[in-house]
């Protein structure tokens, strides 16, 4: 059978009014005749009762004494409490629907609570709902392991559970409804003149969402990338196309698309650089450094490797630790926290000269100070103080006319 997946995030079900607009999406997918699997997130942001940050809230009063076990139950009940609100008002509508749990569903994840790795969907359950004609709704960023625990997929997991559904029933398409139009060239939330990008590669968005774009979970996009699954990136309060998601070769014969340098700019707060120099040029220096992170489980970015010493980041909550290790071993580490990662990310910057330039310049006009710096074939990433971090977004969208339709 020919199916949809549509998911609906948190601001897209938060309220009787946003639960109409999701009813308004479903009723019209259901005019194409496919099937449609709905999955839901938890209701709002926190604040809202059922929201998932609340329910983290509820527990955090008690010094987080909560096992991640039960953690993960009381984080599933968020997307449950969503299913069957939705359920409830489709029935209301005359449209049959059944709500499902991840693991109903057939989500089937390892046991690493609060981050659990989806291992196999069985859609057993799902797919005679489908042949009679149901909306099967299904709570998202959930599963369950081969024991029965109930598991969730990590913050903003909903997106990987629509991808993990259709990728198992071969959908056509997964419509991922979210609060904004489609995929921005930057977050609109800090960039004003974001522009929307009607067509971009798996690739493309993969690096985007890695780099901190959270308008979807970069493991959603590797699951429909394998699966070769088409995914947009839609509004759930307007009917515009929104943003497709498909293979690169696809994607650049499609209607909208740009040949580009730089695509989009992506960031992440929160971040701390750690120096260690050596006095005598210790050849063992860096083994030592990234040794001891590594036997504490404490995962480094932006790694510079010189001669005279070492640069990384760690992320804030790391940095005590990272600090005490270092000197714990006689080294005066220079810690500088709150910085943040600035990403300039375009499959078409690769051999392409002036980008770099172009970037310094965009950023010491600005007296925009950069802290350090990494690059790949598709990606620039820049460290700046966190009270940077909006300048230096909008000085690149600017440099690179990213706001500009075509580039
Ligand atoms: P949902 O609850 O629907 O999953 P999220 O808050 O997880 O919504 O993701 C949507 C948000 O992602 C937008 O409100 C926007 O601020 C943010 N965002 C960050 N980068 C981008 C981008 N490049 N394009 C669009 N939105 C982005
Ligand atoms: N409700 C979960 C979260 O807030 C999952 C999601 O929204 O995708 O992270
Ligand atoms: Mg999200």
């Not at 369950?144 to 969730?152: D, H, L, P, Q």
């Not at 489609?182 to 977050?187: E, K, R, S, Y």
């Not at 990403?343 to 330039?357: D, F, K, R, T, Y």
């Not at 790949?376 to 700046?384: D, K, P, Q």
């Amino acid at each position: 059978m020919n199916v949809t997946v549509q998911k609906f995030g948190g601001t897209s079900v938060s309220d009787e009014r946003s639960r109409h607009r999701v009813l308004h999406h479903i009723v019209r997918e259901r005019e194409t005749g496919r099937g449609l699997v709905v999955v839901v997130s938890a209701m709002g942001r926190r604040g809202d009762p059922y929201a998932t940050d609340t329910l983290l809230d509820l527990v955090r009063t008690n010094g987080n004494a909560l096992s991640d076990r039960e953690k993960d139950l009381l984080l599933s009940c968020g997307e449950i409490i969503s299913a069957a609100a939705l359920t409830s008002l489709l029935n209301a509508e005359g449209i049959p629907a059944v709500a499902l749990t991840g693991g109903q569903a057939g989500i089937i994840t390892d046991a690493r609570f609060g981050s659990a790795r989806i291992l196999e969907v069985r859609p057993t359950a799902i797919q005679p709902l489908l042949d009679d004609g149901k909306v099967v709704v299904v709570a998202g960023f959930q599963g369950r392991t081969e024991e029965g625990e109930i598991t969730t997929l990590g913050r903003g997991g909903s997106d990987t559970s629509a991808a993990a559904l259709g990728a198992a029933l071969n959908a056509a398409v997964i419509d991922i409804f979210t609060d904004v139009d489609g995929i921005l060239t930057a977050d609109p939330r800090i960039v004003k003149d974001a522009r929307q990008l009607p067509v971009v590669s798996y690739e493309e968005i993969s690096n985007m969402a890695s780099n901190g774009a959270k308008v979807i979970h970069p493991r959603a996009v590797e699951i429909a990338m394998k699966a070769g699954v088409p995914v947009r990136v839609r509004s759930t309060f307007s009917d515009g196309e929104g943003t497709l998601v498909t293979y690169s070769e696809s994607a650049r014969s499609r209607p909208g698309w740009t040949d580009r340098t730089v695509t989009g700019l992506a960031h992440f707060l929160g971040v701390t650089q750690i120096s260690v120099e050596s006095d005598q040029g210790a050849s063992d220096l860096q083994l030592q450094v990234f040794r001891a992170m590594a036997m504490n489980g404490i995962s480094v970015d932006l790694i510079n490797v010189m001669p005279s010493g070492v640069h990384y980041t760690v992320k804030d909550q790391d940095a005590d630790k990272a600090a005490s290790l270092l000197r714990d071993l006689g080294f005066r580490p220079k810690i500088r926290p709150g910085c943040a990662k600035v990403s300039v990310i375009g499959g078409g910057m690769n051999g392409e000269p002036g980008v770099m330039a172009k970037i310094v310049e965009a950023l010491t006009s600005r007296q925009i100070t950069i802290l350090q710096s990494a690059d790949s074939n598709t990606t620039i990433w820049v460290l700046v103080s966190e009270h940077d971090m909006a300048p230096a977004l909008e000085a690149l969208h600017a440099a690179f006319g990213l706001h500009l339709a075509a580039q």
